[in-house]
């Protein structure tokens, strides 16, 4: 042990001062002395010897840039990686008996700077974290944190089932369940949280507990949505569902038809009791925002999904709608005609597994590279308004364009994209159905907007994506998209169009998450989370992430 401390405390006296751009860093802690920190990760190298790793160690220099984005990666003083539950309960008591601040990182896909790394302190890592498990009849499977939702599908289609999760192969099941989750099903089974069945988490305290319907069921209620407040999850049981293959696949447009597009996407958000549903014609002519308007209001099939998506590739517009439907036989659904009828510049739109579709989106996907995310929320009653809320998001996001190829130049700017995901009336009952008891996100109650009837608004979840080349032009990507969320939200309020909600999955670091779950709920947050972690050390010694605060 003596040893460890001094090597230790010879490799922190080596290291670098940086001082990171504002979009690199989110960190507010008051800097511990080199002692400090040598003395929270040699507190853990006495009961876990195999796994505390230090910087030059292979595992060390894997670990810290196994992330997503390069936004995310920091450079902490030693790595732990845990095996069990009990592991993390011991790195939990030894960052609170030494005053050490520590990270978790599960799939690692946040790029959120600072969430789930972090510089000095103790980097936890579920890379060993990855037990999967099926129950004898099928229903649910046991999955450890260190799982991307890749390895689950792939795991599950072994057994012709499937499981509410991520849509792209690398996100991890942890960050995106514990942030509600948007997956393939939401129309019929609602978020990805909804279909958490249970549990097992390790509180402040160093505690395992399990939380479920009928144990601390107020701790399962904040899990579904609350974020890493609460403690960590080191085991989630999740409802699976038949599925052999799915009909799906990127339908790409020529940016030329865009103007349609926003007005097909609005007749998905209608009431799914719409009777004008059957009187909808699809013109060969038909624009892709126009049919995504149509489809957002009269559609009343729960088995299909769309995400329609603007990219801006090399200063060139194309626009690539990811279509789903949930059937392994259904080749020509009636639900996504109005996309079929627009002349597509490419398809990959076929049956395929599940896990199949999650790699295929992947591919888009440009590795080593800088990554940011920002998100918000549109909302009408239907009709004109949904249309209208569509469009301001996208004129907003490409007026302002400009500002950003002048600040960034075009060579460094990898992608740049915005898309629309609806959440209409039937996602949020499917969401009720697949979980009674609630998910703290406030859609669909009083707590949300104030745009009409609760049971009439149709959500509209933006979310714009900026990846860059060179960490100098960090500060100028920040400052683009403050603009532009900024710009959107005050439009949006301005017209009556706007709603506080923000998705976590796909929001930026200054973004007020909580706030946008409403009043009653963050305030049942806040409540929650003091009770199980009294000493805030989810708050405090763990930083990163959104915040519910003291």
């Avoid at 040893?3 to 507010?28: C, G, N, Q, V």
């Avoid at 192969?169 to 099903?185: D, E, H, K, R, Y």
């Avoid at 909302?379 to 249309?387: A, C, F, P």
């Amino acid at each position: 042990m003596a040893l460890f401390k001094y090597i230790l405390a010879a490799l922190l006296s080596l290291r670098t001062a940086e001082t990171p751009s504002s979009l690199a860093s989110a960190d507010t802690r008051t800097p511990l002395p080199d002692s400090a920190i040598a003395a929270g990760c040699s507190a853990l190298a006495g009961p876990l010897p195999s796994q505390v790793f230090l910087p030059g160690s292979d595992v060390y220099d894997y670990e810290v840039g196994n992330f997503w984005s390069n936004t995310q990666i920091r450079q902490p003083a030693c790595v732990v990686r845990p095996t069990s539950a009990r592991d993390v309960s011991t790195v939990v008591r030894g960052s609170r008996a030494t005053g050490t601040h520590f990270a978790v990182r599960a799939g690692g896909h946040m790029p959120v700077p600072g969430a789930n790394s972090i510089d000095d302190g103790i980097l936890v890592v579920m890379s060993n974290l990855t037990r999967i498990s099926i129950a004898p009849d099928r229903a649910s499977v046991d999955v450890g944190p260190g799982l991307t939702w890749e390895e689950v599908y792939a795991y599950l289609s072994d057994f012709e089932r499937t499981a509410v999760g991520g849509r792209i192969a690398p996100i991890g099941v942890a960050g995106l369940t514990l942030g509600g989750g948007i997956g393939f099903q939401g129309n019929a089974r609602g978020w990805a949280a909804d279909n958490v069945l249970e549990y097992e988490v390790v509180l402040a305290s160093g505690e395992v507990v399990v939380a479920n319907e009928t144990s601390s069921a107020d701790l399962f209620w904040a899990l579904k949505g609350g974020g890493a407040n609460f403690g960590i999850v080191t085991n989630f049981k999740l409802r699976t569902v038949p599925s052999t293959e799915v009909l799906a696949g990127i339908y790409t447009i020529d940016g030329s038809h865009m103007e349609a597009l926003i007005t097909v996407s609005l007749i998905f958000f209608i009431s799914p009791s719409n009777s004008e549903s059957e009187n909808v014609e699809v013109s060969q002519n038909a624009d892709p925002f126009q049919a995504v308007a149509d489809y957002a209001s009269y559609n009343t099939d729960p088995l299909s999904h769309i995400l329609p998506i603007v990219e801006i590739v090399n200063q060139t517009t194309t626009i690539g709608l990811v279509l789903f439907y949930d059937s392994a036989t259904e080749a020509n659904p009636a639900s996504l005609d109005q996309f079929f009828a627009i002349p597509a510049t490419n398809s990959t739109v076929a049956f395929k597994t599940v896990a199949e579709f999650v790699i295929e989106r992947n591919s888009f996907s440009i590795p080593d590279i800088n990554d940011v995310l920002f998100a918000g929320t549109v909302v009408g009653g239907g009709g004109d308004d949904v249309r209208a809320a569509i469009q301001l998001t996208h004129d907003v996001f490409y007026g302002k364009l400009p500002d950003l190829y002048a600040a960034v130049p075009p060579a460094a700017l990898e992608y740049v994209s915005i898309g629309w995901q609806p959440v209409p009336g039937l996602w949020l009952e499917a969401s009720r159905r697949a979980n009674p008891g609630g998910n703290p996100l406030g859609l669909g109650s009083s707590c949300s907007s104030a745009v009409g009837d609760e049971e009439e608004k149709i959500y509209i979840v933006w979310v714009g994506i900026v990846m860059w080349k060179d960490a100098r032009y960090d500060d100028a990507v920040e400052r683009w998209i403050r603009d532009v969320t900024d710009a959107i939200d005050g439009e949006a309020r301005e017209r009556g169009l706007y709603d506080p909600f923000v998705y976590m999955g796909d929001a930026a670091g200054f973004q007020d998450v909580f706030a946008g779950y409403g009043a009653e709920n963050r305030e049942r947050l806040l409540r929650i989370s003091r009770e199980y972690d009294p000493d805030r050390v989810f708050q405090t010694l763990m930083p990163g992430g959104f915040k519910i605060g003291l």
